[in-house]
């Protein structure tokens, strides 16, 4: 069988993390991904991004590129325009995040585009969208944490305010796109026509505030940080600190927390009135919470996880990235896998957690910068020697 998106061929005009982030899922996924890449600005960004850069080479540019081709392509000159257009009549979709008024100015939006071929989907994931006051900003995800209140509700209490460790409204933005793109491209293949999809960091940051945001607006409720990274409402569900390190101790079930109250040796506290039921342990959590933290204390991380886990208690151990990466369950899902690179040799990397089908996903290492240009110019687009020559020396390849 062949890949679910094997049938799929994308444009995409990115750099950085959130656009490639989601393009990396579809040409994992069989999609065949040509990343246009600015020979003016030596290519995606990404390719210098330290610590572990040479070059045009950097680990961070393989981890968001892997099985992509590379075509180095000026779209600011009738030459470089020109391959576009051919690439975009032997397409299904133009891929790009760019800022909210560049795809305008690229003519890379549907109308644009729709006369080449009718069925082309243009989706755009900027920073704030094509409309309203910021959409002419740029935006990095560090900003729209703090743009979009996530900050503001990250870290302890008496912390100032706190990003996440993961760059997630990048790398969910590059999802909702990717999505996005799947979703449009199945639109016109069943009705012929393809469209504009406008999609944005900003868009996607505000949508991950879900519940707490559907709270605040119908009832006035205005999250906090909290201690020990604590659920807002389910207690207990946090951070507690053992002997020796951390665990995570989870109860947004009834049951759970009445089998926790016997795994630290007082069953008599899931039937005390303070703390019977959700409601009545929210209302005394700083109590529940001591009393919980000094049991914890008595004994190691590993120890508590393994009587947890007995008792189907949720529970985890607090683990750095390299204890998370060596994790038994990561190793079973082949979640890291291996490329060969000509400059940094086997490159380990996560994989991406889209399982779909049995066919496996292809394992090619991110292009060099125009490394596909004589097989998309010749084999795919059908161009002689001679023309690429003439485009050449007209500037369309830098």
């Known amino acids: 069988m062949s890949l679910p998106l094997a049938d799929i061929r994308v444009i995409a005009i990115e750099q950085y993390g959130a656009g490639p982030f989601g393009s990396l899922h579809l040409a994992d996924l069989g999609a065949d991904v040509i990343k246009i890449e ?22 961070f540019f393989e981890t968001f590129n892997r099985n992509k081709r590379s075509l180095s392509l000026d779209l600011s000159i009738a030459a470089g325009r020109a391959v576009l257009e051919d690439l975009v009549r032997v397409s299904d979709a133009v891929y790009s995040n760019l800022r909210g008024d560049v795809p305008e100015h690229l003519r890379i939006r549907y109308p644009d585009l729709c006369h080449l071929n009718p069925r082309i989907v243009c989706v755009s994931l900027s920073g704030f969208g094509s409309t309203g006051p910021r959409h002419r900003e740029p935006a990095y995800d560090y900003l ?39 979703a449009g491209v199945h639109a016109a293949h069943r009705d012929g026509a393809g469209m504009d999809c406008d999609l944005s960091l900003f868009d996607t940051a505000i949508a991950l505030t879900t519940y707490l945001a559907t709270w605040h607006l119908n009832g006035g409720f205005r999250p906090r940080r909290m201690p020990s990274s604590s659920h807002p409402s389910l207690v207990p569900f946090q951070n507690f600190a053992t002997s020796d390190g951390w665990i995570v101790v989870a109860c947004p079930k009834e049951k759970f927390w009445r089998r926790l109250a ?11 009135p303070r703390f019977v039921d959700f409601a009545a342990r929210a209302h005394h959590a700083d109590e529940l919470r001591r009393i919980l933290g000094d049991e914890f204390r008595r004994a190691p991380a590993l120890e508590w996880v393994e009587r947890l886990a007995a008792a189907g208690v949720p529970c985890a151990p607090i683990n750095d990235l390299p204890a998370a990466l060596a994790d038994h369950q990561t190793t079973a899902r082949g979640l890291i896998l291996e490329v060969e690179h000509p400059r940094w040799g086997t490159v380990r990397e996560p994989a991406s957690p889209l399982k779909v089908g049995q066919t496996p996903a292809p394992r090619r290492r991110a292009p060099r910068r125009n490394e596909h240009a004589r097989t998309i110019l010749e084999d795919l687009l059908g161009y002689t020697s001679e023309h690429i020559a003439e485009l050449a020396a007209q500037g369309a390849f830098g």
């Open 38 to 59: 600015d020979p003016r600005t030596g290519g995606d960004v990404g390719r210098y991004v330290p610590p572990f850069q040479e070059d045009e080479d950097s680990l």
């Open 144 to 182: 729209l944490q703090g743009l979009a209140g996530w900050m503001s509700i990250t870290g302890e209490p008496d912390s100032p305010p706190t990003k996440s460790g993961l760059s997630l409204v990048d790398y969910a933005g590059g999802l909702v796109a990717a999505l996005a793109l799947v």
């Open 262 to 272: 016997v795994v630290i040796g007082h069953p008599e506290l899931a039937e005390d």
